[in-house]
């Protein structure tokens, strides 16, 4: 039918391109046609028809003639092969490895089972494991009164998990044919070890296996976490390691003692056993008890330390003269001798004292901000030299429009050229006072006798006028932030390595007490790089982004993006943010 209805066309080329839907009609309308002839036929009862008639109008021979008129039409456009190995191939060849490898068994071929199988089947089960490069993700424990070995606990995600032929519970009594009663878990791990290719198990299941009917849970590690330094870990091998700050996914938390969970970074891997909240917590505790003791001096309030605060003016990206307030050039040596008094306890207490306190893991859910909500604060920490408010400068003066700084409070006396409101808010020693008891300032201090502040005010006022509110603040300041209404964003600015510092900083300017500008000296570097250390191994878990200040111009530029970022795409913060009911 096909060649019939192709030789009838003309040889024009306008109406050569009408050939082929004319060619692939022709194979349904030939079908059609034949299929009346048969239904006359039918009525007649000659033999055979019906059986005929049914063929042809079946669903699966019309689905393989729509497949060949697609072919059809597809071998008209005359396809190329995509890659040059693929000249060499043909379609029947392609066709026919496919059928070769689909014919293939790939099962692995497993033992007979044993002839003494007991007669009721759900008494003893046989499991047969094929042994890969994976470990098997289950392990077992002897239990202290029977002695009985049974299945401790399935990794998620592993090799028995994956089987679902094993179950946390189930009851060994051979391991490859060796009997493991008496056996201590060691023997039976060894046998495990030193087996090839399949393991078969014959075991007693459990008679109420666990329902899991747990939610999975995502939090943000707030502590590292190394099980191969862990003692009492029931499998080092099984253990996720993770550092403060990541993000994992919780899949099981049956045992109260040892929850089972992934990293968002990697959620293709098998989980790991990590330690509960409860049971980490517990592990602070005795970590900071077994310490000698030294007045923690972190657990107070650290936030008397002495700033200050000089406001300066700038020119926007328009070329018009802009007041940046709340621009902190901090007199360096009064922030060293305040951030010593800190970093004295710190290193006395090398887990913080922080941590003890706060709960090991915080529960974090997705977050998007949608366009008609009030941006998020960005803050900006990091050790004093290392750029914060170079960056931050460059950031606002960029587009004073879109950041701006939270204007600080101040109680020292209002100079002439100034405004309220513009360079400082100018408020009384007890206006001040009360506006720290009732924890509205993120961070303060005193310089001169006078108190300096940036307050949640001041704040709530820039995010209210729909800009973006870019402040640096000290670490010490991110807990009281860190508020559902504020939904900070933080940045980490890190100094790059000392060497680098040298070429880079080689014509930047440091203040202190006494020079206002000076060049940074070989100690200035090493302490920027021992406070960023202390800084991250304090408060990273609290950090969304780092960001290292090697060149200026790539770093204002890693900054522009992360702010958006923050703004605009979802972001991993705390569930306790979102779930309204728990908003105060
Ligand atoms: N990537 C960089 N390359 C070269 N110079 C830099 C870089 N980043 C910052 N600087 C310079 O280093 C000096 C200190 O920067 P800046 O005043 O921003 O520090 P800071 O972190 O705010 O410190 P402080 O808290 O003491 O005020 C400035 O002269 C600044 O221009």
């Given at each position: 039918?096909?060649?019939?209805?192709?030789g009838?066309?003309?040889?024009k080329?306008?109406q050569k391109?009408?050939k082929?839907?004319?060619?692939?009609?022709?194979v349904s309308h030939?079908?059609t046609l034949?299929l009346?002839?048969?239904?006359?036929?039918c009525?007649?009862d000659?033999?055979?028809?019906?059986m005929?008639y049914?063929l042809?109008?079946?669903r699966?021979?019309?689905?393989l003639?729509k497949?060949y008129?697609?072919?059809q039409?597809?071998?008209?456009?005359?396809?190329a092969?995509?890659?040059?190995q693929?000249?060499?191939?043909?379609?029947?060849a392609l066709?026919?490895?496919?059928?070769?490898?689909?014919?293939?068994?790939?099962?692995?071929?497993?033992?007979?089972?044993?002839?003494?199988i007991p007669?009721?089947e759900?008494a003893?089960?046989i499991?047969?494991?094929v042994?890969?490069?994976?470990p098997?993700?289950a392990?077992?424990k002897?239990?202290?009164i029977?002695g009985?070995?049974?299945?401790?606990?399935v990794i998620h995600?592993?090799?028995a998990?994956?089987?679902?032929?094993l179950?946390?519970g189930d009851?060994l009594?051979?391991v490859?044919?060796?009997?493991?009663?008496?056996?201590e878990?060691e023997?039976?791990?060894?046998?495990?070890?030193l087996?090839?290719?399949?393991?078969?198990f014959?075991?007693?299941?459990?008679s109420?296996r666990?329902v899991?009917?747990q939610?999975t849970?995502y939090v943000?590690?707030?502590a590292?976490y190394?099980?191969?330094?862990d003692p009492a870990?029931?499998c080092?091998?099984?253990?996720?390691?993770f550092?403060?700050?990541?993000i994992?996914?919780i899949?099981?938390?049956?045992?109260?003692l040892?929850w089972q969970?992934r990293?968002v970074s990697d959620?293709?891997?098998?989980?790991?056993?990590?330690?509960s909240?409860?049971?980490?917590?517990?592990?602070?505790?005795?970590?900071?008890?077994s310490?000698?003791?030294q007045?923690h001096?972190?657990?107070k309030?650290?936030?008397?330390?002495?700033?200050?605060?000089?406001e300066?003016?700038e020119?926007g990206?328009?070329?018009?003269?802009?007041f940046?307030a709340g621009?902190r050039r901090?007199m360096?040596l009064?922030r060293?001798?305040?951030r010593?008094?800190?970093?004295?306890?710190s290193?006395?207490?090398?887990?913080?004292?922080c941590s003890?306190?706060?709960?090991?893991?915080?529960?974090v859910?997705?977050?998007?901000?949608?366009?008609?909500?009030?941006?998020?604060?960005?803050?900006?920490?990091?050790p004093a030299?290392?750029?914060?408010?170079e960056l931050?400068?460059?950031?606002?003066?960029?587009?004073?429009?879109?950041f701006q700084?939270?204007?600080?409070?101040?109680?020292r006396?209002q100079?002439s050229?100034?405004m309220n409101?513009?360079e400082y808010?100018?408020?009384?020693k007890?206006?001040?006072e009360?506006?720290?008891?009732s924890?509205?300032m993120l961070?303060y201090?005193?310089y001169?006798?006078?108190?300096?502040?940036?307050?949640?005010d001041?704040?709530r006022?820039v995010?209210?006028?729909?800009?973006i509110c870019?402040i640096?603040l000290e670490?010490?300041g991110i807990?009281?932030a860190r508020?559902y209404?504020?939904?900070p964003?933080i940045i980490f600015?890190?100094?790059p390595?000392?060497?680098c510092?040298?070429?880079?900083?080689?014509?930047?300017r440091?203040?202190?007490?006494?020079?206002?500008?000076m060049?940074?000296k070989?100690e200035?570097?090493q302490?920027?790089?021992?406070?960023?250390?202390?800084?991250?191994?304090q408060?990273?878990?609290?950090?969304?982004q780092?960001?290292v200040?090697d060149?200026?111009?790539?770093?204002s530029?890693?900054?522009?993006s992360?702010?958006h970022?923050?703004q605009?795409?979802?972001?991993w913060?705390?569930?306790?943010w979102i779930?309204?009911?728990t908003?105060p």
């Amino acid at each position: 039918a096909e060649k019939k209805d192709g030789g009838s066309l003309p040889k024009k080329k306008k109406q050569k391109k009408k050939k082929k839907p004319q060619k692939n009609k022709s194979v349904s309308h030939v079908l059609t046609l034949v299929l009346q002839e048969l239904s006359l036929l039918c009525k007649r009862d000659v033999n055979g028809v019906g059986m005929l008639y049914d063929l042809l109008r079946s669903r699966w021979l019309q689905a393989l003639l729509k497949i060949y008129e697609c072919l059809q039409h597809y071998l008209g456009k005359r396809p190329a092969p995509v890659t040059l190995q693929a000249r060499a191939l043909n379609r029947e060849a392609l066709l026919s490895a496919h059928d070769t490898v689909a014919q293939k068994d790939f099962e692995p071929i497993l033992p007979p089972l044993p002839d003494n199988i007991p007669e009721n089947e759900e008494a003893m089960r046989i499991v047969c494991l094929v042994k890969n490069n994976q470990p098997l993700g289950a392990t077992i424990k002897r239990h202290e009164i029977t002695g009985d070995i049974t299945v401790a606990r399935v990794i998620h995600g592993g090799l028995a998990d994956r089987s679902g032929l094993l179950y946390a519970g189930d009851k060994l009594v051979e391991v490859n044919g060796v009997p493991v009663e008496g056996l201590e878990p060691e023997q039976v791990i060894n046998i495990l070890a030193l087996s090839q290719g399949t393991i078969m198990f014959k075991l007693i299941p459990v008679s109420d296996r666990p329902v899991s009917n747990q939610t999975t849970l995502y939090v943000r590690a707030m502590a590292d976490y190394w099980p191969l330094q862990d003692p009492a870990i029931p499998c080092a091998d099984a253990g996720l390691p993770f550092k403060k700050g990541e993000i994992l996914q919780i899949v099981d938390q049956n045992d109260a003692l040892w929850w089972q969970a992934r990293k968002v970074s990697d959620l293709s891997a098998c989980a790991g056993l990590i330690p509960s909240n409860h049971l980490l917590k517990r592990k602070q505790r005795e970590f900071w008890w077994s310490q000698p003791f030294q007045p923690h001096l972190c657990l107070k309030s650290s936030m008397l330390f002495v700033l200050c605060i000089l406001e300066e003016e700038e020119f926007g990206e328009f070329g018009q003269r802009v007041f940046i307030a709340g621009f902190r050039r901090s007199m360096r040596l009064c922030r060293r001798k305040a951030r010593l008094n800190q970093q004295s306890c710190s290193s006395r207490c090398p887990s913080s004292c922080c941590s003890t306190l706060a709960a090991p893991y915080e529960e974090v859910v997705r977050y998007q901000r949608h366009p008609t909500d009030r941006h998020r604060l960005i803050i900006l920490v990091g050790p004093a030299g290392v750029g914060v408010n170079e960056l931050r400068r460059r950031l606002i003066t960029s587009n004073p429009r879109e950041f701006q700084s939270a204007i600080p409070h101040t109680t020292r006396v209002q100079k002439s050229y100034e405004m309220n409101g513009r360079e400082y808010h100018y408020v009384s020693k007890e206006t001040f006072e009360n506006m720290v008891y009732s924890h509205r300032m993120l961070e303060y201090g005193e310089y001169k006798g006078y108190l300096y502040g940036t307050s949640i005010d001041a704040v709530r006022a820039v995010l209210e006028a729909g800009k973006i509110c870019v402040i640096d603040l000290e670490p010490q300041g991110i807990q009281i932030a860190r508020t559902y209404e504020l939904k900070p964003y933080i940045i980490f600015i890190k100094p790059p390595s000392i060497g680098c510092m040298r070429q880079t900083r080689k014509n930047a300017r440091i203040i202190t007490d006494y020079y206002v500008n000076m060049k940074f000296k070989e100690e200035d570097l090493q302490e920027m790089e021992e406070s960023a250390k202390k800084m991250e191994a304090q408060f990273g878990q609290f950090f969304d982004q780092v960001i290292v200040n090697d060149n200026l111009q790539e770093a204002s530029a890693q900054l522009l993006s992360a702010v958006h970022r923050a703004q605009d795409e979802p972001q991993w913060v705390p569930a306790i943010w979102i779930c309204s009911d728990t908003q105060p």
